[in-house]
């Protein structure tokens, strides 16, 4: 899904009261959250997302004395960015002496209220991250505000998923593989005395020779076969009677390979 920005005029921004520090690239990204209470109302409306963000603005550009909002993408509950600096402008929101190294994306949750990231807000972080990967020459790091500086800073919540890996939420596990699973016992019992003939004897030899033993698959369970299933019996701790029974059966199969 392609990213969905919320451009600085859809929002409303006041335009910045300097110019930027240019930034050519940055080793990645620091995430970030608002520090204060978030009403958890702004799931259900992104007309209060915009607001939080037109105040945090005017925070930054009033309280704090700096020329612009402090970070370079806000991620909404409603997978949405939207832009702060943008790329290639260093933030201001890393502490001093820290902003060169990281872009700044804030998620719009707080210590109060709204805490829990919902997936939206995951997702779009994410989004803004790969954005500033693609366009502003980001590194891969991905860390908290408080690496490296003394704050509490991206939360909890945020922070435990970001030293997860930041992972896409809904995401798959790595599929294991799959185990072996036995075809049917054949339903008699595969020995020797006299030599037994027949496709399950053949599909017996086939997997032992796949599993490495040194056997001709001929559809005859001979002396050779049956020399063969007792030493596998062996390996597997089981009986070697020299029979295949279904037990020895589904180990040709199931058995770990050594
Ligand atoms: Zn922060
Ligand atoms: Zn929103």
Redesign the pocket.
């Known amino acids: 899904m392609a990213i969905d920005l919320v451009s600085r005029r859809t929002w409303r921004a006041r335009p910045p009261g300097g110019s930027y520090t240019q930034l050519d690239s940055t080793r990645g990204v620091k995430v970030h959250y608002t520090g204060g209470r978030v009403d958890p109302a702004?799931v259900r409306d992104?007309a209060k997302?915009v607001a939080l963000v037109q105040s945090i603005q005017n925070f930054h550009m009033d309280g704090n004395g700096w020329i612009d909002i402090g970070y370079s993408y806000l991620a909404?509950?409603?997978r949405?960015v939207f832009e702060g600096r943008g790329l290639h402008h260093l933030p201001a929101a890393n502490g001093a002496g820290l902003n060169s190294g990281h872009y700044a994306v804030l998620g719009l949750v707080g210590n109060a209220g709204l805490t829990v990231p919902p997936d939206g807000v995951l997702h779009a972080v994410l989004d803004a991250i790969q954005h500033l990967r693609d366009k502003g020459g980001a590194g891969r790091e991905v860390k908290g505000h408080r690496d490296g500086f003394n704050t509490d800073c991206p939360g909890d919540r945020l922070y435990a998923w970001i030293r997860r890996g930041a992972p896409r939420p809904g995401g798959q596990e790595p599929p294991t593989p799959p185990q072996p699973q036995a075809p049917a016992f054949p339903g008699r019992l595969l020995k020797f005395p006299p030599v037994m003939r027949g496709e399950d004897v053949r599909t017996w030899q086939k997997q032992m020779k796949k599993r490495g033993w040194n056997l001709g698959v001929d559809g005859a369970y001979g002396a050779d076969s049956r020399d063969v299933c007792r030493r596998f019996q062996r390996n597997q701790g089981i009986p070697d009677d020299g029979i295949v029974g279904p037990t020895t059966w589904r180990l040709s199969w199931e058995a770990p390979l050594p």
Request: hydrophobic content about 15%; glycine content about 0%; overall charge positive.
């Open positions: 702004i992104h997302c909404c509950p409603h949405k």
